[in-house]
């Protein structure tokens, strides 16, 4: 796992109006490197954004990105991970829910391409928002597209706006797809909630081919809730719109 210039670009933004409270944690020992034709975009990032530095001041000898978090004002940066083969400091299985004792204690959580990793997604996005403190967010970054065989999974929006929304009621800050290569011509486009127009989201023709993250910014608030379930918005929009909608099995079963 490691940081890009994209998400170098994300972080960077996000440092200009948003300083965590408690602890900050990342899934994963991130890596940060600079090279290749992009190089140079990272000072434009910086001069853009009007944070002070260069690029390579962001950097660590060992190539992970706890300098990265810090200089950015992000927070002394904490990994959790399933072992301490890369150093991680917080050990926990993500397929399971984490240790009461660290419920609430994270202003700021980090996922940078781990959760496409976890098979039992459900318990790894509670997780997070057990994890999380009121007021704390999570920016997360996964494939969308063109990432086959990656990770055992890929992730589309609908499921940011119908768990963190509707069935968390957290806010979102931020949901969008990101592309791996800065210049792609589909660039980066932004979802809103697809329940306030009761259809599916329409993909086709909105991203590209490539590699392409779906990136999203979640705020948790004192109003912020375990889930009781979660059901896609366009399903529940026709389901609310029905005759029977509402009733038992057993109450449509006998009328029929």
């Not at 602890?23 to 990272?42: A, D, N, P, V």
Request: glycine share 12%; net charge negative; hydrophobic share 35%.
């Amino acid at each position: 796992m490691g940081i890009d210039y994209v998400l170098f670009d994300r972080l960077v933004e996000l440092s200009t109006r948003f300083r965590p409270e408690g602890r900050s944690l990342m899934l994963g020992r991130q890596g940060f490197g600079i090279k290749g034709k992009h190089r140079k975009l990272y000072e434009e990032t910086l001069q853009r954004y009007g944070v002070e530095g260069r690029r390579f001041d962001f950097l660590q000898e060992d190539g992970f990105a706890e300098t990265l978090f810090a200089r950015l004002g992000l927070g002394e940066i904490e990994t959790m991970d399933f072992s301490d083969y890369e150093g991680a400091t917080v050990l926990h299985d993500l397929n399971a829910l984490p240790d009461p004792a660290l419920e609430g204690q994270f202003g700021f959580i980090f996922d940078g391409g781990t959760i496409e990793h976890v098979f039992n997604v459900p318990n790894a996005l509670e997780g997070m928002l057990r994890l999380l403190r009121p007021g704390g967010r999570l920016v997360s970054a996964n494939g969308l597209n063109g990432w086959y065989g990656h990770g055992m999974y890929q992730f589309n929006p609908e499921l940011v706006w119908t768990f963190w929304k509707r069935a968390c009621n957290c806010n979102v800050i931020d949901c969008r797809a990101v592309p791996e290569e800065p210049g792609d011509s589909f660039g980066q486009v932004e979802f809103a909630d697809p329940a306030l127009a009761g259809v599916r989201l329409k993909l086709k023709n909105k991203i590209g081919p490539g590699r392409t993250y779906l990136y999203y910014e979640v705020e948790k608030t004192e109003d912020s809730h375990l889930p009781d379930f979660a059901l896609q918005s366009d399903y529940e929009t026709r389901w609310n719109g029905h005759a029977n909608a509402g009733k038992t099995h057993l109450e449509t079963d006998a009328r029929s």
